[in-house]
Nanobody, 117 residues
Framework: VQLQASGGGLVQTGDSLKLSCAAS????????MAWFRQAAGKEREFVAH????????YYSDSVTGRFFISRDNAKRMVFLEMNNLKPEDTAVYYCTADSEGLGWDYWGQGTQVTVSS
C-alpha cells in the first residue's frame, strides 16, 4: 500500500483545514487507518484512528472535539478534518495503515500544517 497525504498549508489560529490521504496498491479497505503528527524537535504522536469501515474512531485528548477522521473505501481515501486550529497543531501530519492488526506498517510522506498565531 502506498499512501499519499495532502491538504496541508499555512493557516491562522481558529481556521479549519482538511487533510486527505490517498491509498494505492493493495486493497486497503480492511485496514485500520490513522493520522499521526510530528512537530519540529518532538516525537511523532498519535492524532486519530478509524477502523476499517469507519464505524469506530478515537482521538488524542489534544484534538478531541476539534478534529474528525473519516474514510471513503470506494475512493480509497482517508480524511482528517481539523477545526479551530491552534499554533500547537503545527506539525507534519502523516497517514498510516495497519494491514495485519499488528501495528502501523505503512506510512505516507507527510503534509505540513502550520498554524500562525
Amino acid at each position: 500500500v502506498q499512501l499519499q497525504a495532502s491538504g496541508g498549508g499555512l493557516v491562522q489560529t481558529g481556521d479549519s483545514l482538511k487533510l486527505s490521504c490517498a491509498a494505492s496498491g493493495r486493497n486497503f479497505s480492511p485496514y485500520a487507518m490513522a493520522w499521526f503528527r510530528q512537530a519540529a524537535g518532538k516525537e511523532r504522536e498519535f492524532v486519530a484512528h478509524i477502523n476499517w469501515n469507519g464505524g469506530i474512531s478515537y482521538y488524542s485528548d489534544s484534538v478531541t472535539g476539534r478534529f474528525f477522521i473519516s474514510r471513503d473505501n470506494a475512493k480509497r481515501m482517508v480524511f482528517l478534518e481539523m477545526n479551530n486550529l491552534k499554533p500547537e497543531d503545527t506539525a507534519v501530519y502523516y497517514c498510516t495503515a495497519d494491514s495485519e492488526g499488528l501495528g502501523w506498517d505503512y506510512w505516507g510522506q507527510g503534509t505540513q500544517v502550520t498554524v500562525s498565531s
